[in-house]
């Protein structure tokens, strides 16, 4: 069975003292596929706190990956903070990218503001499902994520969600993904973007 894991690798800077944020998708033979690293580090000033700066541990990516073929469709992959700056999943679906994948661990004052309508929103804007894992519960003192694990279609339903309140034990949820509904979302709303009158993000 195909997995998407995300892990932390080593730079190919021998000098960095950082890491790469990765998103490995591995594939029915157990080979990896495809090996995404996050492009945009979420670094968060807020009054009061809290505040966090993933540039100073994380090295960003460089590139947009294309799709890729799965049992699924053809997937595109970002991670977590890439949520918030659609021009990548834009970028992704004028690739015809059935899928968008966003393995994330949004902070709970984040999550509860942010986490569906901003799915909801790359789902509709591409007319792609997308599926988000989401860590949940207590990382150490001073952090904590989230959760409510989300698969949402084209239409910006949801199709299957965790609740986020089981935070000490590990939870899956099963969703299909309707190709016939992606189909006849795209034919009946089609996007025909004006690039004449305003540049291709």
Same mark, same amino acid.
């Given at each position: 069975?195909?997995?998407?894991?995300?892990?932390?690798?080593?730079?190919? &800077?021998?000098?960095?003292? @950082?890491?790469? #944020? +990765?998103?490995?998708?591995? /594939? %029915?033979?157990?080979?990896?596929?495809?090996?995404?690293?996050?492009?945009?580090?979420?670094?968060?000033?807020?009054? &009061?706190?809290?505040?966090? @700066?993933?540039? #100073? +541990?994380?090295?960003?990516? /460089? %590139?947009?990956?294309?799709?890729?073929?799965?049992?699924?469709?053809?997937?595109?992959?970002?991670?977590?903070?890439?949520?918030?700056?659609?021009?990548?999943?834009?970028?992704?679906?004028?690739?015809?990218?059935?899928?968008?994948?966003?393995?994330?661990?949004?902070?709970?004052?984040?999550?509860?503001?942010?986490?569906?309508?901003?799915?909801?929103?790359?789902?509709?804007?591409?007319?792609?499902?997308?599926?988000?894992?989401?860590?949940?519960?207590?990382?150490?003192?001073?952090?904590?994520?989230?959760?409510?694990?989300?698969?949402?279609?084209?239409?910006?339903?949801?199709?299957?969600?965790?609740?986020?309140?089981?935070?000490?034990?590990?939870?899956?949820?099963?969703?299909?993904?309707?190709?016939?509904?992606?189909?006849?979302?795209?034919?009946?709303?089609?996007?025909?973007?004006?690039?004449?009158?305003?540049?291709?993000?």
């Amino acid at each position: 069975m195909p997995i998407s894991v995300g892990v932390h690798e080593p730079s190919d &800077n021998p000098d960095s003292k @950082r890491i790469k #944020n +990765t998103l490995l998708w591995i /594939n %029915e033979k157990g080979e990896i596929a495809n090996r995404y690293q996050k492009l945009h580090l979420f670094d968060l000033e807020m009054e &009061n706190g809290p505040n966090m @700066r993933e540039s #100073n +541990t994380i090295e960003p990516g /460089n %590139e947009i990956l294309p799709p890729f073929d799965s049992p699924l469709g053809k997937l595109g992959s970002m991670i977590c903070f890439d949520l918030r700056f659609p021009e990548i999943a834009l970028a992704l679906k004028r690739q015809h990218a059935d899928v968008l994948l966003y393995p994330s661990a949004f902070m709970p004052t984040t999550g509860k503001a942010h986490w569906l309508p901003l799915l909801q929103a790359r789902a509709i804007e591409c007319t792609s499902y997308v599926i988000a894992a989401a860590q949940v519960g207590a990382h150490n003192e001073k952090r904590s994520s989230y959760g409510h694990s989300i698969v949402i279609d084209p239409w910006g339903g949801v199709v299957a969600e965790l609740s986020g309140e089981k935070k000490d034990e590990p939870e899956v949820i099963f969703a299909e993904i309707d190709h016939e509904k992606l189909k006849n979302v795209r034919k009946a709303l089609p996007l025909k973007r004006r690039t004449d009158v305003y540049p291709e993000v």
